[in-house]
Structure formats: structure tokens, C-alpha cells
């Protein structure tokens, strides 16, 4: 009885949760690579707007420098900031650089996160949106690397978790009503 309840609730969470993938595709002692792959019932364009202008509504609170004493933002263009913000604008934080932009379909950003900064890392971090059928496909992939006596290989499985953690709280606000109208996105410079 145990294992079919497991079934049904492992069923229920595909169909109500979309579809989520996670996946650590390489990893050494002084670098790794992981991919995280959610499915959302909105288009490309609506993920777009949301992915850059509405960060500081779906990025987890608990993975900022100053928690909910802060604001986050994307200026989706090349050489654009990632960048966190205390409430009282003294304490500030470039999490990224922005480096490559298509609007609709590729944000990449450069630079280490979190601790990885600290520690003299650098990365290549890139959400990729394509339409699929009843919505988009957004794929978080994260590259980083660099020397460290610190052996990366033990940090990847947390890192993959909160990479996890962070496409997920797109995904969630992507399917939530008010997100169908995500707005404070900007368009990029023609």
C-alpha cells in the first residue's frame, strides 16, 4: 500500500509541479558544470519579463547578502549588473555580470555567486527559454570554476540544490496568476 501511495503522490507532483529536471553534468576538484530544466505554462516572452524584470519577487530571499533587507535586479543588457541592494542603499553586492542577452530566449551572466566570489571563483551562469507545447522550457545551466585549495567537488551537490532552488522560484512565480502580467522587465538597448 506504501509504494502506491508513493506512486500517486510522485504522479500528483508531475502534473500539479510541472516537469523538473536536475543534473550535475561535470565535475573536479577545481570546477564543475550542473543544468536545471523546469517547464512553465507561459510563453516565452512572459518567462522573459519575469526572468529580468521581476527577480527580486522569485529569487529566494534566503540566498541574498541581506535577506528581505534587500532588493535584486537584472539590467538585461551586455555589461549589465545582477546586482543586490540593502534597503537603505548603503550595502550593495554585483552578484553578475550580464554578457550575453536574447530577449525571449538566452540571459548570461558572468561571475561567481554567494560564496564562490569569495573564494576568487569565477562562472558562466545562462537561462535559456524555448517554447514547448503548453509552454516554455527554461534551462539553468552553471559553469564555474577556477583555482582554490578548497576541493569544489564537495560543495557541488549544495550548490546544485540551491541552483535548483533558485530556477524553482521562477518556476513557482511563473505559475501564479500575477505572474501571467510579469512587468518590470526592460527591454534592452537596440
Known amino acids: ?4 501511495a ?15 529536471t536536475a543534473a550535475v553534468k561535470d565535475v573536479a576538484a577545481n570546477g564543475f558544470s550542473i543544468e ?13 519579463k519575469a526572468l529580468v524584470g521581476d527577480v527580486d519577487r522569485w529569487w529566494p530571499k534566503d540566498h541574498t547578502w541581506w535577506g528581505k533587507a534587500s532588493r535584486l535586479s537584472i539590467e538585461p543588457r551586455a555589461g549589465g549588473c545582477f546586482c543586490e541592494v540593502g534597503l537603505d542603499g548603503r550595502q550593495q553586492a554585483l552578484h553578475m555580470t550580464v554578457s550575453f542577452v536574447d530577449p525571449g530566449k538566452t540571459l548570461r ?11 576568487g571563483l569565477n ?6 527559454l524555448a517554447p514547448v507545447d503548453g509552454g516554455t522550457r527554461i534551462t539553468l545551466a552553471y559553469r564555474a570554476g577556477g583555482y582554490t585549495p578548497d576541493d569544489l567537488s564537495k560543495f557541488v551537490p549544495v550548490i546544485d540544490k540551491v541552483q535548483g532552488l533558485q530556477l524553482g522560484g521562477l518556476a ?16 534592452p538597448p537596440k
Not at 500500500?1 to 502506491?4: A, C, N, S, V, W
Not at 508513493?6 to 516537469?19: D, E, M, N, R, S
Not at 562562472?123 to 535559456?128: I, L, N, S
Open 1 to 4: 500500500m506504501g509504494r502506491i
Open 6 to 20: 508513493i506512486a500517486c503522490a510522485a504522479a500528483l507532483l508531475l502534473i500539479v509541479g510541472g516537469t523538473a
Open 36 to 48: 536545471n530544466e523546469q517547464v512553465v505554462p507561459v510563453d516565452p516572452a512572459t518567462a522573459w
Open 109 to 119: 551572466l558572468l561571475g561567481g555567486l554567494g560564496p564562490l566570489q569569495g573564494m
Open 123 to 128: 562562472g558562466a551562469m545562462e537561462f535559456r
Open 172 to 187: 513557482d512565480y511563473l505559475r501564479k496568476p500575477e505572474a501571467r502580467g510579469a512587468g518590470g522587465a526592460q527591454e
